[in-house]
């Protein structure tokens, strides 16, 4: 059977709510008001209500989003915020871009978020802590509980970088970024829920640091032209905000879909039962994962042929992420070397993304499945199984 399958195929998004979104974009357009304006702000009074959080700021991007969160919390040159090195660049690169120290910890190898004993261990290192930033990693929270707590013993925030796990639930049953101090979200495009373009947001329950993040993104302005912080131009465009609007209603139709799909991925491969291939653990206690991604592990000297062989067969696969951020060269200067971060750099060479996305049919996911069982039944008998 010859298949194409897509890591992600946004034009069949577009095709099921084309009038809709375009109609919402004539809208914008017609008024010309393209900056901010009603449909940011409706967008933040549903993403808060969403969330389960008081308030709701949009802005330019989630690596904006989490500028933001840094600045509203002070955070500058020589301060060391806590973050893990198995993440996406920018939760760092936006810590190091305000000339703050990120500290890097290890995940968990289960679920891929930082480890909170470790967290506890590197904080009492610090001198000069000022917040500690999970990731809620490929759509699943990190022990929100247990980071809580820590932030509350140190006496400082926890940032959420929730930017792969919105309407994600955690073990206590509380949304993505409304137990931190402020949540980070990203609307890129190939997020669950994703704009046409660049956009972010930020969430809070504390209306002084709603009012900071307000300020923030608009250059610190109190009113036009009278500036009462420093801040920069990170705002979320009318058009984005327009579009986001249609498509926050079909979330969580979308986010059940990927469910499902993951759902059929890991029966296909548990009934394989193959020695050597781990499959994403269902989140335990009244947790709910969202599937960004679908990421299977497989042993190291196998993942890239395995890629290989599916991108040969028309499926496309990615690796999230391929090199830990503590071992990134523009992070060199801070002085970590290979193992010091053992289930970070054993992931990276160790993880696959599948396809997931809601669109996806039965029997494209039977046939991702297939293929990577029959290439690992010839080629992974001998190999051991990955610990986690
Ligand atoms: C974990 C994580 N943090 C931050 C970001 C940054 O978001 P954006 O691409 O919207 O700037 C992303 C986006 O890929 C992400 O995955």
Request: proline residues 6%; charged residues 20%; aromatic residues 8%.
């Amino acid at each position: 059977m010859n298949m194409t399958v897509p890591l992600l195929d946004l034009k069949a998004q577009y095709a099921a709510i084309k009038d809709e979104v375009l109609e919402a974009i004539h809208r914008v357009v017609e008024r010309q008001g393209f900056v901010l304006g009603p449909e940011v702000d409706g967008l933040e009074r549903r993403l808060a209500e969403y969330c389960r959080t008081e308030f709701a700021v949009g802005c330019a991007s989630g690596s904006d989003a989490i500028l933001l969160a840094l600045l509203a919390h002070r955070v500058g040159p020589g301060d060391e915020v806590i973050c893990p090195s198995f993440t996406f660049y920018a939760t760092a690169g936006s810590i190091a871009l305000l000339g703050a120290v990120p500290v890097f910890v290890d995940i968990d190898p289960v679920t891929f978020t930082m480890q909170p004993g470790l967290v506890r261990e590197r904080a009492g290192e610090c001198t000069r802590l000022k917040a500690i930033m999970p990731v809620h990693l490929y759509g699943r929270c990190a022990d929100m509980a247990a980071f809580v707590d820590l932030g509350a013993q140190l006496g400082v925030p926890i940032i959420e970088d929730a930017a792969q796990a919105i309407g994600a639930l955690d073990a206590q049953g509380h949304r993505a970024g409304s137990r931190g101090s402020i949540g980070c979200f990203s609307f890129y495009p190939t997020k669950n829920l994703g704009g046409i373009g660049d956009g972010g947001m930020v969430t809070t329950n504390d209306p002084h640091l709603a009012e900071r993040l307000r300020k923030i993104r608009v250059h610190g302005e109190r009113t036009r032209y009278y500036h009462d912080l420093i801040g920069f131009n990170s705002h979320l465009d009318s058009i984005q905000a327009a579009v986001l609007n249609v498509k926050l209603r079909y979330l969580d139709g979308w986010s059940t879909k990927r469910r499902q799909n993951a759902a059929r991925y890991d029966g296909a491969f548990a009934a394989a039962g193959l020695p050597g291939l781990v499959t994403p653990q269902p989140p335990t206690g009244m947790a709910s994962h969202i599937y960004h991604q679908y990421v299977i592990r497989v042993p190291a000297e196998l993942r890239d042929a395995l890629r290989e062989h599916l991108r040969e067969n028309g499926i496309s696969t990615e690796v999230y992420y391929p090199v830990p951020l503590h071992l990134q060269e523009c992070f060199e200067y801070l002085g970590y070397s290979e193992g010091d971060l053992p289930e970070s750099e054993r992931a990276a060479a160790e993880v696959l993304a599948l396809p997931v996305y809601p669109e996806l049919t039965v029997e494209q996911l039977d046939f991702v499945a297939g293929a990577i069982l029959a290439w690992l039944r010839e080629h992974a008998t001998a190999q051991p199984a990955p610990a986690s």
